[in-house]
């Protein structure tokens, strides 16, 4: 019995052995399977985080990329976005005027460092309170001095003072630097701090001092803010004869000055009204004065000039050497017959050197005065919940000939200065010379 069971249990023992080892050839040929069934999954998996390695992607506030291969354009390094939010506890547990601290100033103020990082001038962000000027700005009322300021090699300058304003009946002129504000140093003052500084009810006072080229000293101006209701386009007819000629040698009036302040909501109604009162008077020429106008609205500019320009290109857009955008007449060229000036300055920026550039490829026009302001980009505006907006430069346009005038301007075909005697005595030497050219024709 002993040996029966001792027989039976190594029978046993021998059966077992055989089934692990069954079992352990299974459980391999499995592994293996698994293994090479899960193999897609593991090298894809294997990608993605290859990728994500090579790439930026923000997750929780947090840069996933810092093992990846750097570039001096992109950040390379994990940028913790719980720093903004130690140094704001840091500020309001520290700042020894705590009471002055206010959670939405300092919030938008974060908004526009971050938009201001850029480093472009002309992409800014702007609280709803500044958003709300800048709309007033396109429809052409607002409270201040009536003055469109930029930065210019970075100074704050005066661009454009606009005809009839406080500013321009104190004697602003365009290229003058605004030193201070109210005795508050300009110098890293951005452009919509300025104008946030310059604004004000209306009966106020705000002093400007300000560097005029040629000047050594600065000097101050005391403007009384009022309501400035600005219409964009503005119409007169003049003599041939000359504008400084007797009264007795005029001729009919046969000149039609076309003056366009700016490019903006009503521009375009108040034109076509304009072009209306042109053909019905048939004149001898067209002085279109642009002078201190600071831009505005792209398609307004492309209607404007197509009123000229019978077909082709007005201005080329580009974001990139690859994307580009050719905006074209709309071919209504009413006025291409009209022997035409064109008058620019220091204060012809953005949309008018659009139609001054359009005027002067295709030979539409003769450009007269100064060199213009130079601002050859595109900017778009994004609108968000809270009211606050961001204009962001989105691309550069150049001229129907492929001429980019950023930081350059448009050199007019004669030249002809403003001098400071010529404001103090009213003089226009710039009209004068577009009546002698129009006279000639």
């Known amino acids: 019995m002993l040996y029966t069971i001792k027989s039976k249990y190594v029978d046993e023992g021998k059966k077992g052995k055989w089934l692990k080892r069954i079992s352990l050839v299974i459980l391999v040929l499995i592994l293996m399977a698994a293994s090479f069934g899960s193999g897609l999954y593991i090298s894809q998996k294997s990608e993605i985080i290859k990728k ?23 950040l390379n390094q994990d940028v913790n976005f719980n720093l903004f939010w130690e140094v704001w506890d840091t500020l309001e547990k520290e700042y020894v005027d705590k009471g002055k601290l206010n959670d939405k100033a300092m919030f938008y103020g974060a908004l526009n460092g971050l938009v201001a990082s850029v480093g472009d001038p002309y992409t800014v962000f702007m609280d709803p ?3 709300r000027e800048f709309e007033d700005d396109l429809a052409g009322t607002f409270e201040g001095i009536g003055a469109e300021i930029g930065i210019r090699k970075e100074a704050l300058t005066i661009i454009a003072p606009l005809d009839g304003t406080p500013a321009q009946k104190a004697g602003l002129q365009p290229g003058d630097k605004i030193y201070s504000i109210n005795g508050e140093i300009t110098a890293n003052m951005t452009v919509d701090e300025a104008v946030a500084k310059i604004r004000g009810p209306k009966g106020t006072n705000v002093t400007l001092t300000i560097v005029r080229e040629g000047n050594d000293a600065p000097r101050d101006i005391v403007i009384t803010r009022s309501v400035i209701t600005v219409k ?6 003049l003599s041939s004869a000359g504008a400084q000629g007797d009264q007795e040698e005029k001729k009919d009036n046969d000149i039609f000055v076309l003056e366009i302040s700016n490019f903006n909501n009503d521009t375009l109604d108040l034109f076509n009204k304009a072009v209306q009162e042109i053909l019905s008077k048939n004149p001898k020429g067209i002085i279109l ?9 792209l398609d307004t500019a492309i209607e404007l000039a197509s009123e000229w320009v019978e ?35 220091r204060g012809s920026a953005s949309a008018s050197e659009i139609l001054a550039g359009a005027l002067r490829d295709y030979k539409k026009a003769t450009i007269v005065g100064e060199q213009t302001f130079g601002k050859g980009s595109v900017q778009t505006l994004r ?44 003089k226009d ?12 024709k």
């Open 52 to 74: 994500l390695a090579e790439t930026e992607a923000v997750y929780l506030g947090s840069l996933i990329g810092k093992y990846g291969q750097g570039r001096d354009d992109i």
């Open 129 to 131: 309170k500044f958003s």
């Open 232 to 237: 964009s386009v503005k119409t007169e007819t």
């Open 289 to 297: 004065d642009l002078r201190n106008n600071p831009g505005g609205y």
């Open 311 to 345: 077909s082709g290109a007005i201005v080329t857009e580009k974001s990139s050497e690859e994307n580009k955008n050719e905006y074209l007449s709309r071919g209504r060229a009413r006025l291409k017959d009209y022997p035409t000036v064109v008058l620019v300055n």
């Open 383 to 426: 609108e968000f919940g809270d009211g606050s907006s961001i204009k962001i430069t989105v691309a550069k346009w150049f001229t129907p000939n492929g001429d980019s005038i950023d930081d350059v301007g448009i050199k007019p075909d004669i030249e002809v200065e403003m001098t400071d005697k010529d404001y103090e005595e009213d």
């Open 429 to 440: 030497p710039q009209m004068d010379k577009a009546i002698e050219i129009l006279k000639g």
